[in-house]
């Protein structure tokens, strides 16, 4: 049975993704990154997190930089990379991310609220719901496994 407290040293170091997945009311559920996702978590002792989840399957822009790439590359780019850094904390039974620094910058100044649970010393679940315009919701489940 998972421990339901969570305490500050369960969480520090650096975590690897083993899965998104998304489930949604109806039953459906998708894979925003694919299958071959890839993605590492980090809490530090002194307050601060980075989170960042990719396409396993990225490919080297074509260009060289990216600067220099098309709009529809830069596109391409964007859409299979996610990123956010800034501080955490522990309240009851949920992990708060303060989002200070964004790929996304609608997630800048945002409290990202992640139910947690521990499922071993080494296994993390992150989960949190959210709800659609037309009053679907859909539960977003990261499980990480702790990086060596």
Not at 54 to 67: A, C, F, T, Y
Not at 81 to 95: C, E, L, N, P
Request: neutral net charge; aromatic residues 12%; charged residues 20%.
């Amino acid at each position: 049975m998972p421990n339901s407290i969570l305490y500050p040293e369960q969480f520090y170091g650096g975590w690897s993704l083993v899965d998104w997945r998304i489930e949604y009311s109806d039953g459906g559920v998708t894979r925003p990154f694919g299958e071959d996702a890839i993605g590492q978590i980090l809490y530090a002792e002194d307050g601060h997190m980075s989170a960042t989840v990719s396409r396993g399957d990225r490919q080297p822009i074509k260009q060289g930089n990216v600067r220099n790439a098309s709009d529809g590359d830069k596109a391409h780019h964007f859409d299979s990379y996610f990123h956010y850094a800034g501080t955490w904390s522990i309240s009851g039974k949920t992990v708060l991310h303060n989002v200070k620094l964004s790929m996304n910058p609608n997630m800048v100044g945002t409290q990202q609220i992640r139910k947690a649970e521990f499922k071993g010393p080494n296994k993390l679940s992150l989960s949190a719901y959210e709800f659609l315009k037309n009053g679907e919701q859909r539960h977003h489940i990261l499980e990480w496994q702790r990086a060596t």
